[in-house]
């Protein structure tokens, strides 16, 4: 039989457990708990350990009691499989399995791992009938089967539904299963419970499941741990029991002294929460997309728009787009809405149109920046076929290493499927792994590479480590996040580093008029998405040169 590895993003490689090491396992991890319980200590199971469950174990696992001693023991439940095997004895030796530019959550694993001892990561799914509670941290992805059409996609349930059964299988009856991800609204009460409840009739159990629903709105950055533990969380129950049981883990395990939670009365409720949370605000950001056009069309700054606007406190959360709205969630939880409508509540009828159209604008909105780059360097006498261009910033949002549908991701592939050669530079990253394992990442089929032509090649794209390096005879260079390293780029310097004259295109407003103004002087090309008075800058250049 063939062994078979669980390669980590650095190359480390891990052999899949034998059934030898089941069986090791659960006698350890049976010792291990017996052990935390003679200390009154309350054991908590997270099931997954990817972006949002591995610093929300790490936050349980960090928690004290009113005696100022540890009052959780946290085991982090990850499938064993090829794909995500490796976070277990990452994990396990005190290491993030995520990366993150926040401050707080390595030395925090470290901690409750190799000093506190209240931190493990497992494998076996037995773990589950000695858990107090059991946080359910599984993706539930939204499949589309088509670029800018929402409609044209499903809730990717089999995960999710799969664990429930197996949890419901194994959990004791008084455990609390407290659902942390974003789920199509129904889900807790018209798929969990009813999966979980005909299981224990199986078993014999007469109680209902105590099911729960919290979302997270957990942020990467800075402030990544902060904002699970210190922020305001909703919550709901499906029964009075339920809800009691989350109320008070919750107040344990999160700050809920400076940050109040909320409590609904049904956990559609909460789910609904987060998903008309989301949408909210991707529609503010999609509403902006058509008035970005307008203003590059019509010769306006869309930005000195908007800040004008936001001077009026009621409209200070206005915000321009970018190149598209990335990360994990704004993306998708309006799909899940319209989903669940249909084929959990069964509704024919049509009554969604803002939140759908919302989605398909921010997901095709990047696809403006090619056509910006293509006649930036038409007005240059360049082909785009075969231009050499560099995008500034892979992550979806500024000074973060988080790739998940990020708007420069359409913009690669966009302009790869034009015939332009691509380099990559991000201060915040070193893989991009939906390039470099595009037929696998984020899962075999689930590629944006489907909905584009000649995608093979952006396997090899590697990320640039020095920017100087990058700049050089680039023939366009794309701002395409806001990271602190690109807000003061010098034209003068650019100009030097790339070594001939070049467009540039601002896609976040990182580019003030003094600036767009010094590229034109020194024979570039600039366009900016929303930027329309850059053509006015560009004239004045002109007149001023023929005036000489």
């Not at 960090?62 to 490796?86: A, E, H």
């Not at 398909?360 to 076929?385: C, E, K, Y």
């Not at 990559?424 to 792994?433: E, K, N, S």
């Not at 990058?470 to 990271?483: Q, T």
Request: net charge positive; aromatic share 8%.
């Amino acid at each position: 039989m063939s062994v078979e590895y669980s390669v980590s993003p650095d190359g480390e490689r891990f052999q899949l457990p034998s059934s030898e090491e089941y069986k090791k396992e659960i006698a350890l991890l049976k010792k291990e708990i017996a052990k935390q319980k003679r200390m009154d200590r309350e054991i908590v199971v997270v099931m997954g350990v990817g972006f949002v469950g591995v610093a929300m174990a790490a936050v349980i696992a960090d928690t004290v009691g009113k005696n100022g001693k540890p009052s959780k023991y946290v085991i982090g439940m990850q499938r064993p499989s090829l794909r995500s095997f490796w976070k277990i004895p990452i994990l396990n030796k005190g290491i993030s399995p995520v990366t993150s530019e926040d401050q707080e959550l390595a030395p925090m694993i470290r901690r409750c791992v190799l000093d506190k001892k209240t931190l493990r990561a497992t494998f076996v799914y037995d773990v589950l009938s000695l858990a107090d509670v059991v946080v359910v941290d599984i993706q539930c992805d939204y499949l589309k089967e088509a670029l800018g059409d929402v409609r044209n996609g499903r809730a990717d349930m089999t995960p999710l539904e799969e664990s429930l059964a197996i949890m419901a299988e194994h959990i004791s009856p008084d455990a609390l299963v407290l659902i942390e991800t974003t789920v199509a609204p129904g889900t807790t009460e018209q798929i969990a419970y009813p999966i979980m409840k005909k299981v224990f009739m199986r078993r014999g159990i007469k109680s209902d499941p105590l099911l729960a629903h919290s979302f997270e709105r957990v942020m990467p950055g800075k402030n990544y741990v902060a904002s699970i533990r210190d922020f305001w969380r909703v919550c709901s129950g499906t029964n009075k029991k339920a809800r009691t049981r989350v109320v008070k883990f919750l107040n344990e395990v999160i700050n809920t002294k400076d940050y109040p939670l909320t409590v609904l009365d049904k956990p559609i409720e909460s789910e609904t929460a987060k998903i008309v949370e989301n949408s909210f605000r991707a529609t503010i950001l999609a509403f902006i997309d058509e008035w970005s056009l307008f203003a590059e069309r019509n010769g306006i700054d869309i930005l000195k728009v908007i800040n004008a606007i936001k001077v009026r406190p009621t409209h200070s959360n206005i915000m321009f787009p970018g190149p598209g709205i990335g990360g994990y969630c704004l993306p998708k939880d309006g799909g899940l809405g319209v989903w669940a409508y249909k084929h959990i509540h069964g509704f024919e009828d049509d009554i969604f149109k803002i939140t759908p159209l919302a989605i398909n604008i921010n997901d095709t909105r990047s696809l403006h920046v090619a056509q910006l780059t293509r006649d930036a360097l038409r007005n240059m006498n360049r082909p785009i076929a075969a231009a050499d261009i560099l995008i500034l910033g892979a992550s979806y949002r500024e000074d973060v290493g988080d790739t998940r549908y990020s708007g420069s991701e359409m913009i690669v592939r966009r302009l790869t499927e034009m015939g332009a050669e691509l380099r990559v530079h991000d201060p915040y990253l070193t893989h991009w792994w939906e390039f470099e394992k595009q037929d696998t990442y984020p899962g075999k089929g689930h590629s944006f590479s489907r909905f584009f032509r000649n995608q093979e090649k952006l396997k090899n794209l590697k990320m640039e480590a020095d920017l100087d390096r990058a700049l050089k005879g680039a023939d366009a260079i794309i701002l395409a996040v806001r990271h602190k390293q690109y807000l003061d780029l010098d034209p003068d310097q650019m100009l030097k580093k790339v070594g001939n004259t070049f467009a540039i295109i601002d896609c976040f407003g990182i580019l003030d008029d003094q600036k767009i103004r010094r590229y034109f002087e020194l024979g570039c090309e600039v366009k900016g998405l929303g930027r329309g008075h850059v053509w006015r800058i560009k004239n004045e250049v002109r007149r001023q040169k023929t005036k000489r």
